[in-house]
């Protein structure tokens, strides 16, 4: 993005976030989040970093934003009271699902409950095809029916998902025309715009949870509107998306679902720059924050994608038990391993940590905020990797007392461990579980971790990297500048992009190119009228994908589409080398068909220059020591300790060392050694020994 002066912010589950852009320089800040009013800590944190950069509201060109909002409303059940309008007989689709058991030797396993009512998910008479045409007209006397049952029940937002209207749009149209001339301020989300895909329940599952947020989100960002209106910043605001892109204000409105991965999106354009300047061509992205942790595969400097995504999951890293969304989103694994997740020794005396967490209220027992359980930020206190008086850049103090005894009392004393070593289970655990959790990624995906790099960011990163890269068999690891706010520095990559999808079943025998150009420039147009409210000129880069399968599999893979001529032999081809680079075969005589088509458009960017690591180099000058417990032996070692700021391009330091910074540390264990690169990026080699 071309702005010169842009602020980022991002909210997380525990922290908010905020990045000043300015010519020549940045400016972060760290603050707890206002789960309660999270608008509440953006107006504080854009008040204090303005005043630190000594510049007024006014000059700021443009800020962006991610949020966890639109993801809590779904996971706490706090959106508006929802009703779903759909094709008579087909109302228990959304509670129906997938009809199979996630956990299957859970006796007691318990689905999640639709975000929407048996009484509220109202029928109508109507149907279509499976090729769009009519069985049956919608009736507009069962429809103005459902209206006073809208009425009656109060109904905030309502979604509207007929059956095949993914091919034919025409009934659902006319359903939310009737509707919205008797409730005009109803917040009405029809599946063929939202979720314009086969596959019923997905799409109405998609739908129900946009319908779902929606009033909350518009009512959420007139808000922060306001209130950034209020202490002078006039300059446009733009939401990240769940794709790695941003969006205006008024497509975020509309579909609110897209921004349900907003925050953790941010980071992998991050690392995926990270990667470009350092021509790091397979990368392991890694963001740890105060409540999750979250890994995705970067091949090519290209993070990798999906169509699906759950949230609000019953079991809340089990897949297949949360509430499917078919949006365009960064593919990534997440898993309950934050610094503000809570250990405990379990019924076979094992030591657990999370998924659950102590948030930013009352947080870590070492905030001192009310918190009492033992968590990883404990943990991580005890073992002397968190200086207390330094902690999120002074801003908040902690109470290593606390944390010791939080540690000492929830998982020392139940297992006989002295404190240190107590603490020391705690990291090793959720280390674990975070290299487990990347190891099962790649594999599912047909890749490996071996061999890659590892770039880390967000708070409690950098803390463990060192330690997971190990685990992984990794011997680089690159921790970026002012690493504790990553997901914030994303945002500001992030172009202004939007991805439209079509479902149109064809078979490649069967396909006439003129049929796909037609819909090619139909879903050109659609997405361009999104992102020209972005960027009002300029050329834009456009990507091509059709999601294509053998007749009779049930699934369909990504096969990236040339600019070239869409005929049948090119789709061939295309989808024969993607199904061998996947599977390592093709499988002859079989007929191919292409069922979803995406067309995403996007606002022009660069990847950093690649910067190498300077030669030679002299050894950095320590600040002091402190002492630190070893991850891997338990030896109680004597580290140094070097200030980030002071470090320069060239400069090495060897573990065991502590590099502290104002959002985060990091820690260069034992055996392990590091160089600042040309960007600035604190490169980290680790011996790569696993275990």
């Not at 061998?580 to 022009?604: D, K, M």
């Not at 502290?660 to 050694?673: F, H, L, Q, R």
């Amino acid at each position: 993005m071309s702005a010169r002066t842009r602020l980022a912010v991002d909210i997380g589950g525990t922290f908010t976030d905020l990045v000043l852009a300015l010519p020549g320089r940045t400016v972060s800040t760290k603050l707890l989040t206002t789960h309660d009013a999270p608008d509440a800590a953006v107006i504080t944190g854009t008040r204090a970093i303005l005043a630190e950069a000594g510049i007024p509201a006014s000059a700021l060109d443009l800020v962006i934003h991610g949020t966890t909002l639109a993801t809590n409303a779904l996971i706490e059940r706090k959106g508006a009271r929802t009703a779903l309008l759909t094709t008579a007989g087909f109302r228990d689709s959304l509670e129906i699902a997938y009809e199979h058991r996630f956990e299957q030797y859970d006796l007691y396993m318990e689905r999640p409950a639709p975000l929407v009512e048996r009484d509220l998910r109202l029928e109508v008479t109507e149907r279509l095809a499976a090729d769009g045409s009519v069985l049956l007209d919608l009736d507009p006397v069962s429809v103005t029916r459902q209206t006073a049952v809208l009425q009656a029940q109060g109904i905030e937002a309502l979604a509207i998902s007929f059956l095949h209207a993914y091919i034919n749009p025409a009934h659902e149209q006319r359903a939310r025309d009737i509707i919205a001339r008797a409730m005009p301020g109803l917040a009405i989300t029809l599946s063929s715009e939202v979720c314009r895909e086969i596959r019923e329940y997905e799409r109405t599952s998609t739908t129900v949870a946009n319908a779902y947020v929606l009033p909350l989100m518009a009512s959420y960002l007139a808000r922060m509107q306001d209130g950034l209106l209020g202490i002078g910043v006039t300059a446009p605001l733009l939401l990240m998306m769940s794709s790695g892109g941003v969006c205006t204000v008024e497509t975020a409105c509309r579909f609110p679902v897209r921004l349900v991965e907003s925050g953790p999106a941010g980071g992998v354009i991050l690392a995926r720059d990270v990667a470009a300047r350092g021509g790091y061509d397979r990368a392991l992205s890694f963001d740890m924050g105060g409540t999750t942790a979250k890994i995705t595969l970067i091949d090519d400097f290209t993070p990798q994608q999906s169509r699906h995504f759950e949230v609000a999951r019953a079991y809340r890293f089990a897949k297949g038990s949360g509430i499917p969304v078919r949006i365009p989103v960064i593919d990534m694994v997440e898993i309950g391993a934050g610094g503000g997740s809570i250990a405990r020794v379990d019924a076979l005396r094992r030591i657990a940590v999370g998924p659950d967490s102590a948030g930013s209220d009352p947080g870590p027992a070492c905030y001192g905020r009310g918190g009492t359980a033992p968590t990883v930020t404990d943990a991580d206190v005890v073992l002397g990797r968190i200086d207390p008086a330094r902690f999120a850049g002074g801003k908040i103090a902690l109470d290593a007392t606390a944390a010791e005894q939080a540690v000492a009392a929830g998982i020392g004393a139940g297992l006989g461990m002295p404190v240190a070593e107590a603490a020391r289970g705690i990291a090793e655990i959720v280390d674990e579980r975070m290299a487990s959790a990347a190891r099962v990624h790649a594999v599912e995906n047909g890749k490996d971790t071996a061999g890659r790099t590892l770039i880390a960011f967000g708070g409690a990163a950098p803390l463990h990297a060192a330690r997971l890269a190990q685990k992984l068999g990794i011997t680089r690891v690159v921790i970026p500048p002012d690493a504790g706010v990553g997901s914030a520095f994303g945002f500001l990559a992030a172009p202004v992009a939007y991805e439209v999808a079509r479902t149109l079943l064809l078979r490649l025998d069967d396909l006439r190119p003129a049929t796909i150009d037609r819909l090619f420039a139909e879903m050109r147009a659609e997405a361009e009228a999104v992102v020209r409210l972005g960027v009002p000129t300029g050329a834009l880069v456009e990507t091509r994908t059709a999601f294509m399968r053998y007749r009779g599999q049930g699934h369909e893979i990504a096969v990236p589409l040339g600019s070239g001529a869409l005929d049948p032999a090119a789709l061939r081809a295309a989808f024969d080398a993607t199904y061998a680079r996947l599977f390592g075969r093709v499988i002859p005589g079989l007929a191919v068909e292409a069922l979803t088509w995406t067309l995403a458009l996007s606002q022009p960017f660069d990847l950093p220059v690649a910067v190498s690591l300077p030669e030679g180099g002299a050894a950095a000058e320590a600040d002091g020591t402190c002492r630190i417990i070893d991850p891997a032996t338990g030896r109680l070692d004597t580290a140094a300790v070097y200030q980030r700021a002071r470090l320069r391009p060239g400069d090495r330091l060897t573990g065991p060392a502590v590099v502290m910074e104002a959002g985060t540390s990091t820690i260069v264990p034992s055996g392990c050694s590091a160089q600042v690169d040309g960007a600035r990026g604190l490169v980290v080699i680790t011996d790569g020994a696993a275990g």
